[in-house]
Nanobody, 124 residues
Framework: QVQLVESGGGLVQAGDSLRLFCAAS????????MGWFRQAPGKEREFVAA????????GYADSVKGRFTISKDNAKKTAYLQMNSLTLEDTAVYYC?????????????????WGQGTQVIVSS
């Protein structure tokens, strides 16, 4: 049974940093691409960042490029999203996704497994 459990969300002020965690179990983590998506109130879920199986290739949405960093630790079976210089527009529920035996992608429907999400609220 595959489980992705996100944590690290919370309430922060604009300009602050936050680190999200995604603990994985039940899947071949070391050979899985990992991704982060987010969904703001009243909006569709959107791509944020993704990383390939060995961490050697990453991709970001234009809105977070230069501020967010995705990484994964295969030994700990954990993916991370370091978020710096947070803005009000970053407020959303952040979801972790996994794609075993596949390359990273920005397309939501191509991800196999999803976590339950962690809430990030950025206040002014």
């Amino acid at each position: 049974q595959v489980q992705l459990v996100e944590s690290g969300g919370g309430l922060v002020q604009a300009g602050d940093s936050l680190r999200l965690f995604c603990a994985a179990s039940g899947l071949p983590f070391s050979t899985s691409a990992m991704g982060w998506f987010r969904q703001a109130p009243g909006k569709e879920r959107e791509f944020v960042a993704a990383i390939n199986w060995n961490g050697g290739d990453t991709g970001y949405a234009d809105s977070v490029k230069g501020r967010f960093t995705i990484s994964k630790d295969n030994a700990k079976k954990t993916a991370y999203l370091q978020m710096n210089s947070l803005t009000l527009e970053d407020t959303a529920v952040y979801y972790c996704a996994a794609r075993p035996w596949s390359a990273r992608t920005t397309i939501l429907t191509e991800w196999s497994y999803w976590g339950q999400g962690t809430q990030v609220i950025v206040s002014s």
